[in-house]
């Protein structure tokens, strides 16, 4: 039987309503780790994501935000086998998503699938069409794949 991994979510940082008067507005912070095994994950690292999002970001930034979230965990799940790491960072001017797996030292590229692919690939073509900007890292140990959606709550 395969060990189940621990999750965690991590918020840091205060909400709008968490300011005291004067003070500077701090980045908050979602952090939630990912197991393999975890297909179920996908779901629920897009409702943490929204719940997070609820009071730093408007509406069509936050279903954005989910979309591209989902195919970024999916795709860590179904490349890898060491599961994932999903961080969040919301400021007033911008959110930018990280989906660190630690396996794969592959870099993913778009392109563009032929009708015989059905719905695979269509992933990244999503990210470079909904996110302001968005990249790969090759790390020490996998990479990371991050995009950004600029704007913040209206």
């Not at 940082?13 to 975890?38: D, F, L, N």
């Not at 994950?41 to 935000?65: C, I």
């Not at 795709?75 to 001017?93: P, W």
């Not at 890292?137 to 995009?147: C, M, P, R, S, Y």
Request: proline share 5%.
């Amino acid at each position: 039987m395969a060990k189940r991994q621990k999750r965690t979510t991590v918020v840091e940082g205060r909400g709008p309503r968490g300011r005291r008067p004067g003070e500077a507005s701090q980045p908050a912070r979602m952090r939630r780790r990912v197991g393999h095994a975890e297909r179920s994950a996908v779901g629920e690292v897009r409702r943490e994501l929204r719940e997070f999002l609820r009071h730093r970001s408007g509406q069509e930034q936050t279903d954005a935000a989910e979309l591209l979230v989902s195919e970024l965990v999916t795709n860590a799940l179904i490349h890898t086998r060491h599961g994932a790491v999903v961080t969040a960072t919301a400021s007033s001017a911008r959110l930018r998503v990280e989906v660190q797996d630690f396996a794969s030292e592959d870099l993913p590229a778009p392109y563009v699938p032929n009708a015989d692919d059905g719905t695979h690939g269509r992933g990244l073509i999503l990210v470079r069409s909904l996110a302001d900007a968005w990249g790969v890292e090759a790390q020490a140990l996998g990479k990371t794949v991050w995009f950004e959606l600029h704007g913040g709550r209206p």
